[in-house]
């Protein structure tokens, strides 16, 4: 391992555990009532995943020099959307699937109605924690990140982009139609992360702001290209999830539409999309480089 990739991989395990801790912070504690809905939230968001968003935000922070508590918090509040998008799509009404994050799902572990709940409560969390803190100098682009959250979860997000995504199981998608789906379903809450953690410190100028979002996009599709690569290719104990959901759903991916080799190459294309709009930004913008690459090469 190159000296570079020993720094990285330190800066990654220290910042997942600011991630952890950050959860841990803002998650109510089962000793409140009602117990069992607030051990489930932390069951469903804690201790788990790679933390892929928070250290998104972490890393773009590390941009604009923002300060690491403010970041962990916006961070947080991602990676609650994120979590009850899992648990919502686990579901037997969505995906229908038993095991997640090596665990199993939290419709398993509790049952329907605490998972429909849980889900709602951790979105409702994600919004308090956005609120409940100073996060940005300036009100005004704390209030930005309130609305970039929101419209990134939403009908016009994450949530549209399921609905598009139930509704093309068993069809034929072609890539602008399969791009425009996970642009919505996995792109906008990464894009959101890094963009929150932008908003934690100084501001950036509006070239240094579309260069930033270029890479947030990018990085965004970049993700899914891949997790269809390993929903094809990894095992279930890999993934700590069930692999090979998309081929048994019928479900249109990167990998049916083009082909291995060429959603491989895509993959590679999307990252050097990623790393050209970094450099502008300068040697700040490093570990944002050094995630992309995590992102394309992970195994998990
Ligand atoms: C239910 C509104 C609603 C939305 C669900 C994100 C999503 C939309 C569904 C998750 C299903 C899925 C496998 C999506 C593909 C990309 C993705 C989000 C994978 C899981 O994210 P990781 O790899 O998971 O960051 P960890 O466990 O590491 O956090």
Same mark, same amino acid.
């Given at each position: 391992?190159?000296?570079?990739?020993?720094?990285?991989?330190?800066?990654?395990?220290?910042?997942?555990?600011?991630?952890?801790r950050a959860l841990d912070q803002v998650l109510p504690g089962a000793e409140h009532a009602p117990a069992r809905l607030h051990a %489930?939230?932390?069951?469903? %968001?804690?201790?788990?995943?790679?933390?892929?968003?928070?250290?998104? %935000?972490?890393?773009?922070?590390?941009?604009?020099?923002?300060?690491? +508590?403010?970041?962990?918090?916006?961070g947080a509040a991602v990676e609650l959307i994120h979590a009850y998008s899992?648990?919502?799509?686990?579901?037997?009404?969505?995906?229908?699937? @038993?095991?997640?994050?090596?665990?199993?799902?939290?419709?398993?572990?509790?049952? +329907?109605?605490?998972?429909?709940?849980?889900?709602?409560?951790?979105?409702?969390?994600?919004?308090?924690v956005l609120t409940d803190h100073t996060l940005a100098d300036d009100p005004a682009r704390q209030l930005e990140m309130v609305r970039l959250l929101a419209q990134s979860s939403g009908s016009r997000g994450m949530a549209g982009g399921q609905a598009i995504d139930l509704a093309a199981v068993g069809r034929t998608l072609d890539v602008a139609e399969l791009e425009f789906m996970h642009v919505h379903k996995t792109g906008a809450l990464i894009r959101c992360a890094t963009l929150l953690g932008a908003l934690c410190g100084r501001p950036l100028g509006e070239v240094e702001r579309a260069h930033l979002d270029r890479f947030a996009k990018a990085i965004g599709l970049?993700?899914?290209?891949?997790?269809?690569?390993?929903?094809? +290719?990894?095992?279930?104990? @890999?993934?700590?999830?069930?692999?090979?959901?998309?081929?048994?759903?019928?479900?249109? @991916?990167?990998? @049916?539409?083009?082909?291995?080799?060429?959603?491989?190459?895509?993959?590679?294309?999307?990252?050097?999309?990623?790393?050209?709009?970094?450099?502008?930004?300068?040697?700040?913008?490093?570990?944002?480089?050094?995630?992309?690459?995590?992102?394309?090469?992970?195994?998990f």
């Amino acid at each position: 391992m190159s000296v570079d990739a020993a720094g990285f991989e330190a800066w990654m395990r220290a910042h997942q555990a600011l991630a952890e801790r950050a959860l841990d912070q803002v998650l109510p504690g089962a000793e409140h009532a009602p117990a069992r809905l607030h051990a %489930a939230m932390r069951y469903a %968001a804690s201790g788990g995943g790679k933390r892929v968003r928070p250290l998104l %935000a972490f890393a773009a922070g590390g941009v604009v020099d923002a300060p690491v +508590e403010r970041v962990a918090l916006a961070g947080a509040a991602v990676e609650l959307i994120h979590a009850y998008s899992l648990v919502h799509d686990d579901m037997p009404c969505m995906d229908d699937d @038993t095991l997640r994050r090596g665990k199993p799902t939290v419709h398993v572990q509790y049952d +329907e109605a605490t998972a429909l709940l849980v889900g709602d409560a951790l979105q409702s969390l994600a919004f308090q924690v956005l609120t409940d803190h100073t996060l940005a100098d300036d009100p005004a682009r704390q209030l930005e990140m309130v609305r970039l959250l929101a419209q990134s979860s939403g009908s016009r997000g994450m949530a549209g982009g399921q609905a598009i995504d139930l509704a093309a199981v068993g069809r034929t998608l072609d890539v602008a139609e399969l791009e425009f789906m996970h642009v919505h379903k996995t792109g906008a809450l990464i894009r959101c992360a890094t963009l929150l953690g932008a908003l934690c410190g100084r501001p950036l100028g509006e070239v240094e702001r579309a260069h930033l979002d270029r890479f947030a996009k990018a990085i965004g599709l970049a993700f899914q290209v891949v997790d269809d690569l390993l929903d094809a +290719e990894a095992s279930t104990a @890999t993934l700590g999830k069930t692999a090979g959901k998309d081929a048994e759903a019928n479900k249109p @991916t990167y990998v @049916t539409v083009l082909g291995l080799r060429a959603a491989k190459e895509w993959a590679r294309d999307l990252r050097a999309q990623a790393e050209a709009a970094l450099v502008p930004l300068g040697p700040g913008a490093a570990r944002l480089g050094q995630l992309a690459d995590f992102i394309v090469k992970r195994q998990f």
